[in-house]
Each structure stands twice: as structure tokens, then as C-alpha cells.
């Protein structure tokens, strides 16, 4: 008994020994794997950390999306009214800075203030466009002039007829109507004689007009007729005739004129175009005035082909004899009939047809000669000129321009003129 | 050049030749006005339109001031810009519906 009671504890302690070791070996391997666990636990739970938190990016990516996504609809649903509306409109227009340095008598050097001329444009479907002209310019005691320039009503009656309305530019010649905006005349100022005061040139009209274009063969016709209220007498009259859009008349006598234009080739065009008016003598202290006939004609040549842009125009002018008062303080007087005689011819060339370089390319130089002349009345004469202008336009785009120019002004009655000018236009 | 405007027909001619001219339009056999306010800016171009659209660009808009970039102007710019140029230029209703379609599928 005592033998199995010793044989029992002997292998109790054995496996008491047993289970120790045993259970001793185990407590290592749970500490480490405790260990990792809890690593793992860790990293599970960064991970879970940034789960969520690229979830909430998610979530925020998400709404971003939606509200992009809205936003694109709604630019598209935007964009595709605008291109169904049957009422568009666009701001168009031109801005000037301009400096000029001269050795006149009694003329400073002087910059001038940036001139704004803006155009509304606005039209129903095709049939209809109304189209505005403002210009601000600050004058030298530096308050603002603002001058309609144009405002006219027109109904594309067919594919060959434009029935306008209100007052529109002269369709006579072509500088005025298609080339004075400075960011596309070529040379800072206008030709001898195409000027407002004292000029011959037509500036614009208020009245009604029918003008439009049609094929012939290969070349094509354009056309302009119109009636207006014509043009007047300068008070002062070595201003000559006034032609610049009276918006009433001063007589029953309407201004009848038009324009044929003929493009034989795509770079070749032609015109011919001319004025009948009657003009009334101005008032002045007492006596009486009569009306004379004032008639205008003009031709225009264009040629650009490729680089090359050369045009001239002529105007000749003729006013009857009548009796007008030369300034508003004295009687009028019988004037004797005048003519007026203007032109010019003008070549420019882009160096980008000699250099692909990227600057060069970008200049074109330009020569004009114009020249004004005026017989008749002596108060008439006072702006007969030779001119000769040489300039060099940089073309930033198509249309922004800086342009230096030189001009000998060869005056018939009063000291000649040396002029430099320098302008940048801003078409848009 | 005096000699030259001497020889030319009395401004009195010019203007019966103008309103024949305009005349000859009123009553030539186009479409009409309403015809022409139903001609849509919207009708997709064809690629004939578009080619006789740039032909027609290039062959007009450099007479007097200097190619514009198409990319210069959205389709609605363009459609006033082009109908303003048609009343000015002038340009036949045809030619500048062609050089719409060209820069409108050029921007």
C-alpha cells in the first residue's frame, strides 16, 4: 500500500514536473503571441482609422462630384438656351491711347486719353439686328464727350436685302464705313481731308438705307442706297460742310446717295459711290439765304492679296453757289460755288510673308500719301494739305496693335508740320 | 485723278444704277422674310456648309481688317458678330450663314 501510495506521488510529481515544464513552455509563446495579437490589433485598427477616414474623403469626393456634376448640367442646360435664343446680343467695340509730339506753332506734345468706343449689338434669330455705336473721348479741358456714332434698326428682308433704319454710317466711299475704327486703320490718324472738320468725306446719316450683296458668276456685287436728313453748313465756316448724322433736318430736302461695289477677285474690290443733297445757308444778323446743291462722288480700290494690303479712295465734293452767313454774328453774303477734292493711297506690308520669326512677323510697315484740296471760297481753304505718313504697326493679335507713325504735313495756308505719333488700339 | 472723276457717270446715274441694284434684290427669288427668320442658327451644319464656310472666311474677312481666331468667340458671339459683318461687309445671307457654320465648328 505504502509502495503504491509512493509509486502514485512519484508520478504525481512527474506529472506535476511534467505540467510545469510543459506549462511553463506555453507561457513563453502566449506572451509573444499576445504580443502579436495585440500588433495586429493595433494595425487592424489604424487601418480601420483610415478606412474611415477615406471613407469621409469618399463621402466628401462624392458630394463634390454631385455638385459638379450639377453644375455641368446646368452649364450645358445654360449654353444650349443660349444657342436656341432667339434674342443674342455681344458687346463689341475698340479702345484707344494715343501720343502725339509735333513742331506746330503754339501745340504742345501731349498724350491722349483713351478713347472708348463701344458697339451693342443684339439680334432675333436672323432677321433682325440692332446695332449702337457710343464713343467717349475726354477733351483737352478734361471733361467727357460722348457721341453716338451709329444706332440702327435692320431686317434682313432676304438673302440679298438689309432694310436699315435710324442713323447709320455713310456708305459712302470706303475708309469711313469699313476702315476709320483704329484697330483697323493702319496708321494712327485719318487720311488728309477724311476728317469731321473741314473735310469732304461723309461721316453718317440719319434716315433709312437699303443695302446687301449678291453673286455674279464668280464675282460678287454690293450695293447700298439711301435717303437722310443730309448735310449742313458749319456755323464757322472754314469748318466747310458738316456730314456727320444731323438728327433732324433744316430743310424738306432729303440727302439721296449710294454705293456699287464690285469684288471681281476675293482680293480685288472697287466701288463707286456718290450723294445728291441741297444745303441750306446759315442765318445770321438779318438778309436772307438761299439753298445750293451740294453733290458728293467718290471711287475706292482695294487690294488684299496674301501680306499685302493696298487701297485709295477719292472723294470730290461740290457746292453751288448760295448766300450764308460765314459766322453767326454777321449778314449772309453769296458764296461762290467750291469744290473739294481728297485722297488718298495707302500701302501696308506683314513682314510674317519674309521672317517666320516670331517677332519680326508680327510688324507691318505702312505708307500713305493723301493730299486736300479746296477751291472756291477762301474760308474753305484753310486745311489744303500734302501729306505724307510712314508708320510701323506691331500686331499683338489680330486685333491689338501698337502703331508709330511719321508725317509731313505740307500745308498751302500756314507753317508746314513734322509729326510723330504713337497709338495702341484695342479692337474686341 | 481729277480726270478720272470727270469721266465718271454723274452721281445722279449712280443712284438709279444703286436702286436698280436694290430693286433687282427686293424682288429676286429668295427666300422672304419669314422664310429667312426661320432659317435656324441651330440646324446642324453640313460638312459642305463648313468647307464653303472657311472658303468663304478667308476669302472676306481679311478685306479689311486683319483674320480673327474662330476661338476668339463662343457660337452665340459668332451669331451676332457674323450678322452685324453681313449688314456692313456686305455680305450675302448664304455667305455669311457659311462662314458661321465655319467658325462655329472651328472654336
Known amino acids: ?428 | 485723278m481729277n480726270q478720272v472723276m470727270k469721266q465718271m457717270k454723274s452721281a445722279r446715274g449712280l443712284l438709279v444704277a444703286s436702286l436698280a441694284v436694290a430693286v433687282a434684290a427686293l424682288v429676286s427669288p429668295v427666300p422672304a422674310v419669314a422664310q429667312s427668320a426661320t432659317a435656324s442658327n441651330n440646324a446642324a451644319p453640313s460638312p459642305l456648309q463648313i468647307a464653303q464656310g472657311a472658303k468663304a472666311w478667308s476669302e472676306n474677312c481679311g478685306r479689311c481688317h486683319n483674320f480673327r481666331d474662330p476661338k476668339e468667340f463662343s457660337d452665340k458671339n459668332w451669331d451676332v458678330i457674323v450678322t452685324h459683318m453681313r449688314t456692313i461687309a456686305p455680305l450675302p445671307g448664304q455667305t455669311a450663314r457659311e462662314i458661321k457654320a465655319f467658325l462655329k465648328a472651328s472654336n
Open chain 1, 1 to 428: 500500500m505504502t509502495e503504491k501510495l509512493g509509486r502514485a506521488a512519484a508520478a504525481l510529481a512527474v506529472a506535476a514536473i511534467s505540467a510545469t515544464i510543459v506549462a511553463g513552455l506555453p507561457t513563453h509563446a502566449a506572451a509573444q503571441s499576445d504580443e502579436n495579437l495585440r500588433h495586429r490589433i493595433e494595425a487592424m485598427e489604424q487601418q480601420l482609422q483610415q478606412m474611415k477616414d477615406m471613407a469621409k474623403q469618399l463621402d466628401a469626393l462624392k458630394q463634390e462630384l454631385a455638385k459638379t456634376q450639377k453644375k455641368a448640367s446646368n452649364a450645358a442646360k445654360a449654353a444650349s438656351a443660349e444657342d436656341t435664343r432667339a434674342i443674342k446680343w455681344h458687346l463689341a467695340g475698340y479702345g484707344t491711347a494715343n501720343y502725339t509730339a509735333t513742331d506746330a506753332s503754339g501745340e504742345n506734345n501731349s498724350f491722349g486719353a483713351g478713347d472708348f468706343n463701344p458697339i451693342f449689338l443684339v439680334g432675333y434669330k436672323d432677321l433682325l439686328l440692332w446695332e449702337s455705336e457710343l464713343e467717349f473721348s475726354t477733351l483737352t479741358d478734361g471733361s467727357t464727350k460722348t457721341e453716338l456714332e451709329f444706332s440702327n434698326l435692320n431686317l434682313m428682308a432676304t438673302d440679298w436685302l438689309t432694310l436699315s433704319a435710324g442713323k447709320f454710317l455713310s456708305p459712302i466711299g470706303d475708309f469711313q464705313q469699313h476702315l476709320h475704327p483704329t484697330w483697323i486703320n493702319k496708321l494712327p490718324d485719318r487720311p488728309a481731308g477724311f476728317v469731321e472738320d473741314g473735310g469732304n468725306e461723309p461721316l453718317s446719316d440719319v434716315g433709312v438705307m437699303a443695302r446687301g450683296a449678291f453673286p455674279v458668276g464668280s464675282m460678287t456685287l454690293d450695293y447700298a442706297v439711301f435717303a437722310g436728313n443730309g448735310p449742313r453748313l458749319a456755323d464757322v465756316a472754314d469748318e466747310g460742310v458738316k456730314m456727320e448724322g444731323f438728327g433732324a433736318d433744316d430743310n424738306s430736302n432729303k440727302a439721296f446717295g449710294g454705293r456699287i461695289g464690285l469684288r471681281p477677285l476675293p482680293y480685288l474690290s472697287v466701288g463707286v459711290s456718290g450723294m445728291l443733297s441741297k444745303i441750306k445757308g446759315n442765318a445770321g444778323s438779318g438778309g436772307t439765304v438761299s439753298h445750293g446743291d451740294y453733290d458728293v462722288e467718290d471711287i475706292d480700290a482695294a487690294f488684299t492679296k496674301g501680306n499685302w494690303d493696298v487701297r485709295g479712295e477719292y472723294i470730290r465734293s461740290h457746292l453751288d453757289s448760295l448766300s450764308t452767313a460765314l459766322d453767326p454774328a454777321s449778314a449772309p453774303v453769296q458764296i461762290p460755288a467750291s469744290t473739294w477734292h481728297s485722297w488718298y493711297a495707302q500701302a501696308a506690308y506683314r513682314l510674317a510673308g519674309v521672317t517666320d520669326n516670331a517677332v519680326l512677323r508680327n510688324f507691318e510697315p505702312v505708307v500713305r500719301y493723301s493730299q486736300f484740296d479746296v477751291s472756291g471760297l477762301s474760308d474753305f481753304t484753310g486745311n489744303e494739305e500734302d501729306r505724307v505718313s510712314v508708320g510701323l504697326d506691331y500686331w499683338f493679335a489680330p486685333s491689338i496693335v501698337a502703331k508709330i507713325a511719321y508725317e509731313n504735313r505740307d500745308f498751302k495756308n500756314k507753317p508746314n508740320e513734322d509729326v510723330f505719333r504713337a497709338q495702341l488700339a484695342f479692337g474686341f
